[in-house]
């Protein structure tokens, strides 16, 4: 029995070694999307509701507001809820941009989860939020990090990050758009 071990082994080596040494093969990075692209979307409106979920220096709590696009200035500003300008990212300042989506499960289904045997269909209750996630590096202020903000549906975050990454001068790679160095 131990005899036939050692051939059937001899045999397989190769096949293994073979396999492992395909999988290691250096892979390119393909810019251009494989699928054709879809039509671009509409153009994002000036001002639009968001919640700042955090990553902004100086403002740790979650915020309600709203969020602009102010070409004018060449700037993304964050209002709260009594219009009040909180935060602005300078447009030269983004270094990336990128559409995020988390399933979540809401907390009036978590609490009926609890209930017994009734609350069973509630755990299979899920909403998709949709994140606005920007990268950013000011050389002004000396500020860098990653801040996101909660917006309300897709075709509102399509267009916005779409319309920030022209305005901003952001590349598409892939999914994101990023700042190419010079």
């Known amino acids: 029995m ?8 001899a045999i397989c080596l190769p096949f293994l070694l073979v396999s492992a040494a395909f999988a290691q093969r250096p892979r390119t990075l393909n810019d251009q999307p494989a699928t054709p692209t879809k039509a671009a979307p509409a153009p994002a409106p000036s001002t639009f509701k968001a919640k700042y979920e955090g990553g902004v220096f100086g403002h740790p709590n979650k915020m309600s507001g709203t ?4 070409d004018a200035n ?6 709260d809820g ?5 935060m602005s990212i300078p447009y ?20 009926a989860n609890a209930v017994p045997f009734y609350g069973i269909p509630a755990g299979f209750i899920k909403t998709k939020v949709r994140y606005l996630t ?11 990090g990653v801040t996101s903000f909660r917006l309300e549906n897709k075709e509102t975050l399509e267009s916005v990050l779409t319309t920030l990454a022209a305005n901003a001068g952001l590349t598409k790679r892939g999914d994101v758009f990023i700042r190419k160095k010079d």
Do not use: C, M, W
């Open 67 to 70: 969020l602009t696009l102010d």
């Open 92 to 111: 030269k300042a983004l270094t990336g941009a990128y559409a995020d989506n988390h399933s979540v499960r809401p907390a009036a289904a978590t609490v």
């Open 134 to 144: 920007l990268q950013f590096d000011d050389p002004d202020s000396k500020a860098a």
């Open 2 to 9: 131990t005899n036939l071990k050692l051939p059937i082994f």
């Open 74 to 79: 060449n700037r993304l500003v964050f209002r």
């Open 82 to 86: 009594k219009q009040k300008e909180r």
